[in-house]
């Protein structure tokens, strides 16, 4: 059983780059175009937070191999979970902190490279991704590109090829025995195969309860979390209106020095406390250091590897077991690997992963404007109508990597 503990890699010195990371950005997207052309629409995605860190969302580590934030204590799902006064503490902390730092998550935009990716996805080059990012962007830019597809498709033909990239709104997840004695390890998320996301790690867009699996979309959440916390959700208003952004961590967590939990409200699930159950304990569809990863979940991640002709790895250093496992499962059946991320991977020594140790987002666009220019129809003229929607946001001005970006 693999939990997922805090990602640490061995920092050594780095090595000459090697030939696929000295070749000029034109051979570098051209050799891209080759994998993918090889890969003929069975090519898996993987990507980690270096995917995400253009739109304003801090990485666990930079490109030296080190925390970009050294002071942070994630809580740990032991202590989340925990039916006790102290586990009360805990939820009290991770909700009211988390209760701020939502809105600019649920704000976030996609970026360059999300766009990007989900292009490759609407072409068909590489239709399912799995992430291990939390922050829903993926999504966010596949329903943008899908939504430009369609426009520019004639009226009336529906392309049967895209699945929505939002899971349905139906809400709960298998209900299970209204039975206290239902077993948490027996209950876990609904998952779609032919999702075209997979989030390895969960996402920040949905919670769910721990004793039936209940889900509702964080929206609904925060909107429950604003009623019971009227002082708290003044505070939030203040700080939208003025800009100010507390030091928000991958997680969704924050930074709130000093500040006294103790009458923060956490509400327990609606639904559970609907059968009589009250002490049902709601938590981010997240998946904490300490925690397991749902089997639905790595079952799913294997499939999509088992199915795949082939994997792209972008933007991670693979330090967090659940993806490098991935890797290593292709890397066993015979199946080539291109990573193209900047810094330090636990794959380097992997036989058979070719890696470009440069930034994905530039090789993915010379690739694509190769691409869309000797290719036609609706989905290039769709891609084409989005290609420079992406938002570069720079990080917090408290973050070191916004300071000397070049470092
Ligand atoms: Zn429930």
Not at 122 to 128: E, K, M, R, T
Request: hydrophobic share 35%; proline share 9%; aromatic share 6%.
């Amino acid at each position: 059983m693999v939990r997922i503990s805090i990602p640490n890699l061995p920092i050594r010195p780095a090595g000459p780059p090697n030939a696929l990371t000295r070749l000029p950005l034109a051979d570098q997207a051209k050799h891209l175009g080759e994998f993918l052309a090889d890969g003929r629409g069975q090519t898996l995605v993987i990507t980690g937070a270096g995917v995400s860190v253009d739109s304003g969302i801090r990485a666990y580590r930079g490109k030296e191999g080190s925390y970009s934030n050294p002071n942070y204590q994630p809580i740990f799902f032991g202590q989340l979970v925990e039916d006790a006064p102290r586990g009360q503490m805990f939820r009290r902390r991770y909700w009211a902190r988390s209760f701020l730092g939502y809105p600019p998550v649920r704000d976030a935009q996609p970026n360059p490279n999300h766009i990007y990716l989900a292009s490759l996805q609407a072409l068909g080059l590489a239709p399912h991704l799995i992430t291990q990012n939390v922050d829903n962007l993926h999504r966010k830019a596949l329903a943008r590109v899908q939504a430009a597809v369609a426009r520019n498709s004639p009226s009336g033909s529906s392309s049967p090829t895209s699945p929505s990239p939002f899971p349905s709104s139906s809400g709960s997840g298998p209900t299970g025995s209204p039975s206290s004695s239902t077993s948490a390890t027996h209950i876990g998320p609904h998952l779609d195969p032919s999702d075209p996301v997979l989030e390895l790690h969960g996402t920040l867009a949905r919670v769910h309860c721990m004793a039936h699996y209940h889900e509702q979309t964080r929206d609904a959440w925060q909107m429950q979390l604003a009623e019971e916390n009227p002082v708290w959700d003044e505070t939030a208003k203040m700080m939208e209106e003025t800009g100010q952004k507390p030091r928000t961590n991958p997680d969704g967590d924050v930074e709130l020095p000093g500040a006294d939990y103790t009458h923060f409200t956490v509400p327990t699930c609606a639904e559970c406390t609907a059968l009589g159950e009250d002490h049902s304990v709601v938590k981010p569809n997240v998946i904490f250091f300490g925690e397991t990863l749902p089997v639905a979940v790595k079952d799913q991640s294997f499939n999509l590897v088992h199915n795949a002709s082939r994997l792209l790895v972008l933007g991670t250093s693979l330090a967090t077991y659940s993806a490098f496992r991935l890797i290593k499962a292709a890397r066993e059946a015979g199946k080539p690997v291109l990573m193209i991320s900047q810094g330090p991977s636990r794959a380097d020594d992997t036989e058979g992963v070719d890696k470009m140790d440069t930034r994905a987002g530039p090789v993915l666009r010379a690739f694509l404007d190769q691409y869309l220019e000797s290719h036609s129809g609706p989905q290039v003229q769709g891609v084409l109508s989005v290609l420079d929607s992406g938002i570069v946001k720079s990080l917090p001005a408290d973050d070191p990597r916004a300071v000397s970006p070049s470092s």
